[in-house]
């Protein structure tokens, strides 16, 4: 099966979700560790497009001022 190809919309929102199930004590122990795995995946992931985000405006960028 093929992977999902994320956007950063899209993992801040099921970043979001979970944040707000664990604020509301909506998750039990046993789905805590899964759910903070999860987090983490995403937000490395967001990190990641930020960055190559920059990175791409600044290439950008430097075309302009050529």
């Given at each position: 099966m093929e992977?999902?190809?994320?956007?950063?919309?899209?993992?801040?929102?099921?970043?979001?979700?979970?944040?707000?199930?664990?604020?509301?004590?909506?998750?039990?122990?046993?789905?805590?560790?899964?759910?903070?795995?999860?987090v983490s995946e995403l937000i490395a992931f967001c990190k990641s497009k930020l960055h190559e985000t920059e990175e791409e405006v600044e290439n950008i960028l430097k075309t302009i001022d050529q």
């Open positions: 992977e999902k190809k994320w956007t950063y919309k899209e993992a801040m929102a099921e970043i979001e979700e979970i944040v707000a199930k664990l604020e509301n004590n909506q998750l039990d122990v046993d789905e805590l560790s899964e759910k903070v795995k999860r």
